[in-house]
């Protein structure tokens, strides 16, 4: 089955960065759509960013308005790994960060996934920006 191990999480100052990794073993079960999510206390679980590979001309990513321009996210050809690489960090961008993947292909005209749409989830790698 698949597991996926988030790391990379920690504290940082306002301007700072970050690179968050998401390891994932038993690939093989994982279509072409991961994403990363965040949920900071008290808060609904939030998309941040989603990922769909196998497409000529390279993958498709899309992003949440809070984060477009600032995140990045990317995953290498073997779907083993997903990062996303977060550079100036708000406080506002304090929460934990979830990886994703779907066992189902999911098509790229959806754009930014819910959270409905994965079925598998790492256990979180905790972010905090202090300002």
């Known amino acids: 089955q698949v597991q996926l191990v988030e790391s990379g999480g920690g504290s940082v100052a306002a301007g700072g960065s970050l690179r968050l990794s998401c390891a994932a073993s038993?690939?093989?079960?994982?279509?072409?759509?991961m994403g990363w999510f965040r949920q900071a206390p008290g808060k609904e679980r939030e998309a941040v960013a989603t990922?769909?590979?196998?497409?000529?001309?390279?993958?498709?990513?899309y992003y949440a308005d809070s984060v477009k321009g600032r995140f990045t996210i990317s995953q290498d050809n073997a779907k083993s790994t997903m990062w996303l690489q977060m550079n100036s960090l708000k406080p506002e961008d304090t929460a934990m960060y979830y990886c994703?993947?779907?066992?189902?292909?999911?098509?790229?005209?959806?754009?930014?996934?819910?959270?409905?749409?994965?079925?598998?989830w790492g256990q979180g790698t905790e972010v905090t920006v202090s300002s």
């Open positions: 990922i769909y590979t196998g497409y000529t001309g390279g993958d498709r990513t």
């Open positions: 994703a993947a779907s066992r189902f292909f999911r098509s790229p005209t959806i754009g930014l996934r819910s959270p409905a749409d994965f079925g598998y």
């Open positions: 038993g690939f093989a079960y994982i279509s072409n759509c």
